[in-house]
C-alpha cells in the first residue's frame, strides 16, 4: 500500500518535470520579461525599506533604522500635507470635469452623420494624445506666458486683466490652467472607448424607436446612453482608483515657483526634495512619502479593480 | 407570408431613409458648429506656435490683438534652430532610442504574451501575478533610481531603453488577443511538428499583423516622447534626447543662444520665436505621420475593451 502510493508519486513527480521539459521554450520566452521585472520593479521595491532607515552612501542594506522617524517628520514636513491636498484636489477637479466631457463628446460625435469629415475631426481631437508634456508646455506657457497671443487678446479686450497678466503665476488659476489642457489633450483619446461602445449597441433598438416616433434626444437618453452606462461606471471607478496621480509630467514641465503652494503635487514634490533641494533631505524619507502615496495608490487601484469585477466586468487595470 | 415580408421591407426602407438621408436640421448644424469649434480649439495652439516661429520677433511683440495671419515671415528661427547642434545630436539620440527601444520592448512583449497564453504550464499562474503585481506596486522613485545607478546604467543610452521592457497593459491586451486565435490551429501544427518558435513565429504573428503595428506604434511613441530618464540620468548634453534638448531651449532659451552663437545680435531670432521653431521641428514626425497611421493608433484602446 506504502510502497505502491510511493511510486504513484515518483511517477508524478517524473512527469512534473517532462511536463516543465515539454515547455522549455516557453520558459525561454517568459524569461526576458522576468529577467526585466525582477531587474526594474522588484529590485526597487526591496530598496523600500530605506523608507524606515538613515540613508548612507554605503548602500541600501548598511543604512542603520531609524525607528519610523521619516513617518514622524512627514507631518512636520511644510511642503508635504499641500502637496497631498493638492494632489487629492486636482484629481478631483479633473475628475469633476475631464471626465464628462469625453462622454459628452462622443455623443457629439455619435449624432455626426457625415462619416468622412468625422474621420478628420477625430484625427484631430486624438492628435495631441501622443505628443509629450514636454513638448505642449512649451507651447502652452508661450500661449498663455506674458508675451503669449491669449494675453495680446485679453489687452484689446480688457487693458487692466492684461497688464496684471498672471495666468502661470497665480495658483488658482493655474489649477485650471492644469486641468483644462490635460482635458484638452486627452478628450479626444477618451472618446474612442465610448464610441467603441456605442457602436456595440444593437441597431434593431433604434430602429424600433423610430417606429415608435422617437426623437433624437429621446433616442440618445434611452437607447445610446443606457447602452454605454456601464462603460462609463468602469471607466469612472477606475479613474477615481487613479487619484494620487496628479500628471507629473504635466505639472512639472508647467509648474514654477510662484505656484508651489497651489500646484505642487505628490511626485513633483518627491521629485523636488530628492534632487533639487539644496537643504539636504535624506533620501530615506523620499522613500518614505514615495512609499506613503503607493500604497494609498495602491490600496485604491486594488479596490476599484475588485469593485469593476463585482459589476461583472474583467478588469485588469 | 410573402406579403408581410414585402411590408417588413418597405417598413425597413422607410427606417433606413429616416435613419440615413435625413434633412439636414438646425441640431445637426449646432452639433457640428461645437465639433468645428473643438477642432479648431485642438488646433490653434499649434498653429499660434508656427506663427510665433515664423513672424519676425520685433513684429511679433509689438503686435496687438489677435493675430492670425502673418504679417511678415522670416525663417530665422528655423536656420537658427538647424544650426544647433544639440537638436541636431537629440534627433540622433531620439531615433536611436526609439528604434532599439521599441524592438525591445515589441520582442518582449510579444514573447511573453505568447507565454502566458500556456495556461497549463507549470508556475504560469505565479508569473502572470509577479507581472501583474507591478502595475499596482511599485518602489517609488528614490529606490528605483538607487537600482539604475547600481546597475551601472547612468550615462548610457541604454537607460532609456532596458528599465522599460514591458507594458503591462499592452502585454495582456496582445496575450489575450492570442488566446483568441482557435487553439486547433496550433494543435494542428504541433502534429506536422511545429515547435513552439514556429507556431509564434509562423502562425500566431502573421494572423495578428495589425494589432502588432498598433502596439508597435504605441511604443515606438512612448520611447520618442521619452524625457523623464534622461533628465534623471543622463547628464552629457550631446547624450540628450530631443525631449530634453527641447526642455533646456524652453526653460532657458538665453543660455541657449549664448552657448551657440556668442557674439551674434540676432534681434529677430530671439526667445519666442526659436522656442516655437524647436517645437515644430521636433514634432515634425509626428505631424507628417500621424494622420496616415491613424487608423492603427485608433483600435489599440478598444482592442482591449470591447469583447464579444
Known amino acids: 500500500m506504502t510502497a505502491q502510493s510511493l511510486a504513484g508519486l515518483r511517477r508524478a513527480r517524473r512527469n512534473i518535470w517532462r511536463e516543465i521539459y515539454n515547455y522549455r521554450w516557453i520558459y525561454l520566452m517568459i524569461l526576458p520579461t522576468l529577467v526585466f521585472i525582477f531587474l526594474f520593479k522588484y529590485m526597487p521595491m526591496y530598496g523600500i525599506q530605506l523608507a524606515f532607515k538613515n540613508y548612507k552612501l554605503a548602500g541600501i542594506a548598511a543604512s542603520p533604522w531609524n525607528d519610523f522617524a521619516h513617518f514622524k517628520y512627514m507631518m512636520d514636513e511644510p511642503e508635504f500635507l499641500p502637496a497631498l491636498r493638492n494632489t487629492v484636489l486636482i484629481s478631483f477637479m479633473r475628475i469633476l470635469v475631464g471626465f464628462p466631457f469625453p462622454i459628452f463628446l462622443a455623443l457629439l460625435i455619435n449624432e455626426c452623420y457625415t462619416p468622412r469629415y468625422r474621420r478628420v475631426l477625430q484625427t484631430i481631437y486624438t492628435f495631441p494624445h501622443f505628443l509629450s508634456w514636454v513638448l505642449l508646455a512649451g507651447i502652452m506657457l508661450n500661449l498663455l506666458g506674458s508675451t503669449g497671443m491669449v494675453r495680446k487678446v485679453a489687452m484689446v479686450l480688457n487693458p487692466e486683466a492684461g497688464q496684471n497678466w498672471n495666468f502661470l503665476y497665480d495658483g488658482n488659476i493655474y489649477r485650471w490652467v492644469l486641468v483644462l489642457s490635460d482635458m484638452w489633450k486627452e478628450a479626444g483619446w477618451g472618446t474612442i472607448i465610448y464610441l467603441a461602445a456605442v457602436s456595440g449597441i444593437d441597431q434593431s433598438l433604434y430602429e424600433a424607436a423610430v417606429i415608435d416616433g422617437c426623437n433624437r434626444w429621446q433616442k440618445i437618453v434611452n437607447i445610446t446612453l443606457p447602452g454605454i452606462v456601464s462603460m462609463i461606471s468602469i471607466q469612472f471607478v477606475l479613474r477615481v482608483g487613479y487619484i494620487m496621480e496628479g500628471g507629473f509630467d504635466q505639472v512639472f514641465n508647467t509648474y514654477t515657483p510662484p505656484v508651489y503652494e497651489k500646484g505642487d503635487i505628490i511626485d513633483t514634490y518627491i521629485y523636488r526634495i530628492s534632487f533639487v533641494r539644496t537643504s539636504g533631505v535624506d533620501l530615506g524619507f523620499s522613500t518614505a512619502v514615495g512609499l506613503f502615496k503607493n500604497v494609498i495608490n495602491f490600496v485604491m487601484m486594488l479596490s476599484a479593480n475588485l469593485f469593476v469585477r463585482s459589476l461583472g466586468q474583467e478588469a485588469v487595470l | ?308
Open chain 2, 1 to 308: 407570408m410573402a406579403q408581410t415580408a414585402i411590408n417588413n421591407k418597405a417598413l425597413t426602407d422607410k427606417v433606413a431613409r429616416k435613419n440615413r438621408i435625413r434633412h439636414f436640421g438646425v441640431v445637426d448644424f449646432f452639433i457640428l458648429l461645437f465639433l468645428s469649434l473643438w477642432g479648431l480649439l485642438i488646433l490653434y495652439p499649434f498653429y499660434n506656435a508656427v506663427l510665433v516661429s515664423i513672424v519676425p520677433n520685433t513684429i511679433y511683440q509689438r503686435s496687438q490683438g489677435f493675430m492670425l495671419i502673418p504679417p511678415a515671415i522670416t525663417w530665422d528661427s528655423y536656420a537658427f534652430t538647424f544650426k544647433n547642434s544639440l537638436i541636431f545630436t537629440g534627433y540622433r539620440t531620439t531615433v536611436i532610442v526609439t528604434v532599439l527601444g521599441t524592438a525591445y520592448n515589441m520582442a518582449m512583449t510579444v514573447l511573453c504574451g505568447y507565454a502566458l497564453t500556456k495556461t497549463g504550464m507549470p508556475g504560469i499562474k505565479v508569473m502572470r501575478f509577479a507581472l501583474i503585481f507591478t502595475m499596482w506596486f511599485s518602489g517609488g522613485l528614490i529606490p528605483y533610481y538607487l537600482q539604475i545607478k547600481d546597475l551601472h546604467l547612468t550615462d548610457s543610452l541604454l537607460v532609456m531603453v532596458l528599465p522599460m521592457g514591458v507594458n503591462l497593459m499592452y502585454l495582456l491586451i496582445i496575450s489575450d488577443n492570442f488566446r483568441s486565435i482557435p487553439p486547433s490551429l496550433e494543435e494542428s501544427a504541433k502534429i506536422d511538428g511545429a515547435n513552439d518558435w514556429t507556431i509564434l513565429l509562423r502562425i500566431l504573428l502573421p494572423l495578428c499583423l495589425p494589432l502588432l503595428a498598433t502596439f508597435t506604434l504605441y511604443y515606438a511613441v512612448e520611447r520618442w516622447n521619452e524625457w523623464y530618464h534622461a533628465m534623471l540620468f543622463i547628464k552629457t548634453s550631446s547624450k540628450w534626447p530631443l525631449q530634453n534638448v527641447l526642455r533646456t531651449i524652453i526653460n532657458d532659451v538665453n543660455m541657449l543662444a549664448t552657448m551657440n552663437v556668442p557674439g551674434q545680435a540676432r534681434p529677430d531670432v530671439q526667445g519666442d520665436s526659436i522656442k516655437m521653431s524647436s517645437i515644430i521641428v521636433s514634432m515634425l514626425p509626428m505631424m507628417c505621420l500621424y494622420p496616415f497611421l491613424q487608423r492603427y493608433f485608433l483600435s489599440g484602446l478598444t482592442l482591449g475593451a470591447v469583447k464579444e
